[in-house]
T-cell receptor, first 117, second 113 residues
Framework: GAVVSQHPSWVICKSGTSVKIECRSL??????MFWYRQFPKQSLMLMAT?????????EQGVEKDKFLINHASLTLSTLTVTSAHPEDSSFYIC?????????????FGPGTRLTVL | GQQVMQIPQYQHVQEGEDFTTYCNSS?????IQWYKQRPGGHPVFLIQ?????EVKKQKRLTFQFGEAKKNSSLHITATQTTDVGTYFC?????????????FGTGTRLLVSP
């Protein structure tokens, strides 16, 4: 099946710094990727839809200047958490859909655990 | 906004017992998907249902999509310890094409040997 990777798998940073998370589709092209946030023992909350070559579509309540998304190629999307604060600590997961296969399911990356001190 | 609730939030069963999780959406869905997330892991796709009243089976798992396309259920027969994890339903609201998914609140299943 389709494989999605994320890097880094975990990161600890100081308050006020920025953190970049990469999401790659390894064996397929993904024109659309999705970024989710998950708090412990809670559901996945969609943050934004990342579209290759165009601006991301953010969900209501998600600050686009805080969470910068760039989808510069068909296999890579990045999420940058700018000026991170402790409340940004969370599990960030990306997913992608393999449109070429005709399937509708989303393939998830392993996630990135962000801790802001 | 769009809400997808699941009940129960948590269930602890003995191995061999059956388990069911129910998923209810505040609005009509064009399709419903089910995912399983093991502790410490990421969601893994199980199945998709598209048609009203559709029922699909995967070995011990039975999935159902309601007639009104606003609810769904997942039933596991004779649970095993490998079934441990959180089960999420996720729906695509009508009008969004086949783009985004709205995830349910999840049901965490614990199976004791």
């Amino acid at each position: 099946g389709a494989v999605v990777s994320q890097h880094p798998s975990w990161v600890i940073c100081k308050s006020g710094t920025s953190v970049k998370i990469e999401c790659r589709s390894l064996d397929f092209q993904a024109t659309t990727m999705f970024w989710y946030r998950q708090f412990p023992k809670q559901s996945l909350m969609l943050m934004a839809t990342s579209n290759e070559g165009s601006k991301a579509t953010y969900e209501q309540g998600v600050e686009k200047d805080k969470f910068l998304i760039n989808h510069a190629s068909l296999t890579l999307s990045t999420l940058t958490v700018t000026s991170a604060h402790p409340e940004d600590s969370s599990f960030y997961i990306c997913s992608a859909r393999d449109w070429a296969s005709g399937g509708n399911e989303q393939f998830f990356g392993p996630g990135t655990r962000l801790t802001v001190l | 906004g769009q809400q997808v609730m699941q009940i129960p939030q948590y269930q602890h069963v003995q191995e061999g017992e059956d388990f069911t999780t129910y998923c209810n959406s505040s609005t009509t869905l064009s399709n419903i998907q089910w995912y399983k997330q093991r502790p410490g892991g990421h969601p893994v796709f199980l199945i998709q249902l598209v048609k009203s009243g559709e029922v699909k089976k995967q070995k011990r798992l039975t999935f159902q999509f309601g007639e009104a396309k606003k609810n769904s259920s997942l039933h596991i027969t004779a649970t095993q310890t490998t079934d441990v994890g959180t089960y999420f339903c996720a729906g695509t609201p009508y009008g969004t094409g086949f783009q985004k998914l709205v995830f349910g609140t999840g049901t965490r299943l614990l199976v004791s040997p």
